[in-house]
Nanobody, 126 residues
Framework: EVQLQASGGGLVQAGGSLRLSCAAS????????IGWFRQAPGKEREGVSY????????YNIDSVKGRFAISSDRARNTVYLQMNSLKPEDTAVYYC???????????????????WGQGTQVTVSS
């Protein structure tokens, strides 16, 4: 059974850091796209950062470039989202999700992602 377990959220002051973890079971990251998404109250869910298991490449949306970094530990079958210089507008529930690279048309197509972890709350105070 494929499962994703997200963890690492919490309350942090603006300028602080958090590291989110997405532990996978039932599959390995090879040939999968792992994405971190977030949903703030009253807003649509948005993709934030992506990891491509086939070649290890990554992509971040403009609003988090230079602050967030996605990485993987294949031995632990875990993908991380290191979040630095956090801002109050980063406050949201963060989710990780996975899709086989053959099944995705575009990383912005959230419906393509087959597997979702439960959310982890990130709250950044000003």
């Amino acid at each position: 059974e494929v499962q994703l377990q997200a963890s690492g959220g919490g309350l942090v002051q603006a300028g602080g850091s958090l590291r989110l973890s997405c532990a996978a079971s039932g599959f390995t990251f090879d040939d999968y796209v792992i994405g971190w998404f977030r949903q703030a109250p009253g807003k649509e869910r948005e993709g934030v950062s992506y990891f491509f298991g086939s070649d290890g490449s990554t992509y971040n949306i403009d609003s988090v470039k230079g602050r967030f970094a996605i990485s993987s530990d294949r031995a632990r079958n875990t993908v991380y989202l290191q979040m630095n210089s956090l801002k109050p507008e980063d406050t949201a529930v963060y989710y990780c999700a996975a899709v086989h690279e053959s099944g995705i048309t575009h990383i912005t197509d959230q419906e393509s992602f087959d597997y979702w972890g439960q959310g982890t709350q990130v709250t950044v105070s000003s």
